[in-house]
């Protein structure tokens, strides 16, 4: 912050005596000295006052965006009814009765190679998937939508994406593909692409996907972070 200030100058000039005597006449009476003119002292200038100067105003603190929620437990109050195992390249969906804007839960089952969309704990969709092994397993845990992008090539494969919902930075996402036994991806889930663009148009950035490997979820069960 620049202050501001103001600066005092002050000249101060002596009164000077001036002495003369007049020369001696050359008569008898002596000629009264004359006095010297007065001097005056030159006047003191008054302070000069510099304009104060405004500091500058404060930037207000940037606005922190809010932090994603929490995932809260969500107890499943609907299985959609599909006869037998899911056979692969084919889906389910169902929106009859759910509410339009309950929140949205992604579960990966990577032993049973499917995927159940929950909205508001009821199922709304579910699909056989791809996903990845080897050398490029896909991550188990709990993961959040980051971005979302219709028509999306991937950078490392120069593969198409349709659909594409990222779930890590580094190349895992869910996306539409050709779902065929015995084939798999480098991480990612791969679902039908028709399956692919539903779930997109319901999904929003910060969704979350829970990915395990195993775990079973029927009536009543519990859909947690944890």
């Known amino acids: 912050m620049r202050a501001g200030g103001w600066m005092v100058r002050t000249g101060l000039v002596a009164a000077l005596g001036v002495g003369a005597m007049a020369a001696a006449a050359l008569i008898p009476a002596p000629e009264p000295a004359r006095s010297a003119a007065p001097v005056k002292a030159a006047p003191v200038p008054k302070p000069v006052v ?4 405004a500091p500058a105003p404060t930037p207000a603190p940037a606005a922190i965006p809010a932090a994603t929620p929490a995932l ?4 499943v109050k609907r299985i ?5 195992p899911i056979s692969f390249g084919t889906y389910y969906w169902n929106t009859d009765g759910v509410p339009a804007d309950g929140p949205l839960v992604i579960t990966v089952d990577l032993e ?3 995927m159940s969309v929950f909205r508001d704990g009821y199922e709304i969709g579910a ?4 996903y990845g092994m080897d050398e490029k397993p896909t991550p188990l845990g709990v993961h959040e939508i980051k971005q979302k992008k219709v028509h999306h090539i991937s950078n490392l494969y120069g593969a198409p994406m349709p659909y594409m919902m990222r779930l ?10 050709e779902v065929e ?11 039908p692409t028709a399956f692919a663009k539903l779930v997109f148009a319901q999904a929003k ?3 979350k996907v829970i990915i395990t490997r195993g775990k079973r979820l029927g009536m009543g069960g519990v859909v947690s972070p944890d």
Do not use: K
């Open 72 to 75: 809260a437990q969500m107890t």
């Open 112 to 114: 049973a190679q499917t």
């Open 80 to 84: 959609l009814d599909i006869p037998g």
């Open 205 to 207: 950035l910060g969704d």
């Open 50 to 53: 510099a304009p104060a100067i």
């Open 127 to 130: 699909t056989a998937i791809l």
């Open 168 to 177: 890590t930075w580094d190349g895992v996402a869910i996306h539409g593909s």
């Open 181 to 191: 036994e015995g084939r798999a991806t480098h991480g990612c889930i791969g679902v």
